[in-house]
């Protein structure tokens, strides 16, 4: 194990975003985080954008896919929810791509059910077990 390394935590975790303007609308009104960065680079070429949960913690980086790169993407991102079910209710109403139910496989596997982006991109919910 490298003992030169000086890692500290996850920063934040990039989410391909081909339509940037559609994803922060998404994530900041349907999901509720937080605009915490907005910034061009690469003389205005390049656009750096991040959101943070509403509760805080790792932000995500919704930034253009890598030239080939893919887009629609299982993201691996486990959002956690105090009421699974008010939430997923609340997301089908609003219009976005929710799976039809709340999946419930019971212990030690919390209920849980995937959305979908405006990218394409999948995230879960989960509501963890106490």
Do not use: C, K
Request: aromatic share 6%; hydrophobic share 40%.
């Amino acid at each position: 194990m490298p003992s030169s390394l000086h890692l500290t935590e996850i920063g934040r975790v990039a989410v391909p975003s081909p339509d940037q303007d559609a994803a922060l609308a998404f994530y900041v009104d349907a999901l509720g985080f937080t605009l915490t960065t907005d910034d061009t680079f690469a003389d205005g070429q390049m656009r750096w954008i991040e959101v943070t949960p509403p509760a805080g913690g790792t932000p995500l980086a919704l930034v253009p896919p890598r030239p080939g790169g893919p887009t629609g993407v299982e993201t691996g991102i486990i959002l956690s929810s105090s009421s699974i079910d008010a939430d997923h209710a609340a997301l089908s109403a609003a219009g976005v791509d929710v799976d039809p139910e709340v999946v419930r496989w019971g212990p030690p596997v919390p209920p849980m059910f995937n959305l979908r982006d405006p990218n394409g991109n999948t995230l879960m919910i989960v509501e963890p077990l106490d």
